[in-house]
């Protein structure tokens, strides 16, 4: 089983889904965290509350019941079960902390788009504070062509949370607002296709770090957190 798990109780199950794996898919033969959590529990109740998108890394929470995962999926509408992420991005905003506020439609190509507000588009929030950030003299790569901000710097790591819980939001809000995330080929630039290629990234780096809710039974506050298992994470001498 590629899923870890972190926490169980009769209640909910906590895990560790890696890069690469879905959280639940219909296509026939592909392994997803659902079939595999099916599977360990022997055909038992695993309702889903949130998802990360394939290529993302990071802990999820399963309502082993129905009342469970009723009670979860109402905490999560509420704000009251919070993500937090670190993510790798191309480039060094100008901001060291800053929040993002666009609004997002869904393309035919299943991708998020950054439109006007109005009509369909869902109001996306999200704030983001740089930890640390690498430069190409660091990496030896005199050849990759300069941010059109940052100078020499290319790869910074983001400390991110979200308001909203909209499809890709932090990989289409970082990229519109001018810093893809290495690894995303859905949403990158040249750029980011190049320094992704160079340092063997293949996934999205992107990370569900540290997962804070309230047990649907006992109602206490729980707390997990997990480092991010990508190699370019270690990278990073914060983590």
């Given at each position: 089983m590629r899923t870890s798990i972190q926490y169980e109780d009769k209640d909910i199950l906590v895990v560790y889904k890696p890069a690469g794996l879905a959280t639940q898919t219909s296509k026939v033969g592909q392994a997803d965290v659902v079939s595999e959590l099916k599977n360990y529990l022997k055909?038992?109740?695993?309702?889903?509350v949130h998802r990360l998108d394939q290529p993302?890394?990071?802990?999820?929470?399963f309502g082993k019941n129905k009342s469970s995962a009723a009670a979860l999926t109402n905490q999560l509408s509420k704000g009251i079960l919070n993500k937090h992420y670190y993510a790798v991005i191309c480039g060094q905003p100008t901001e060291t902390e800053a929040e993002l506020v666009d609004y997002l439609t869904k393309t035919s190509d299943n991708k998020a788009q950054v439109s006007q507000p109005g009509g369909e588009a869902k109001k996306a929030?999200?704030?983001?504070?740089i930890l640390e950030s690498l430069t190409t003299e660091e990496y030896s790569m005199t050849d990759i062509p300069e941010n059109r901000t940052s100078g020499n710097t290319i790869l910074s790591l983001a400390d991110i949370h979200i308001e909203t819980g909209r499809f890709h939001q932090i990989r289409a809000q970082m990229s519109h607002a001018g810093y893809p995330l290495l690894g995303d080929v859905k949403y990158g630039t040249e750029l980011s296709g190049q320094l992704s290629?160079?340092?063997n990234v293949r996934n999205v780096?992107?990370?569900?770090c540290e997962l804070t809710l309230e047990h649907p039974t006992t109602h206490k506050k729980m707390n997990f957190q997990i480092k991010p298992q990508g190699i370019i994470f270690n990278r990073f001498s914060i983590l």
């Open positions: 055909g038992g109740y695993v309702g889903v993302v890394e990071g802990v999820l929470v929030v999200l704030h983001y504070k290629k160079q340092l780096a992107l990370c569900a």
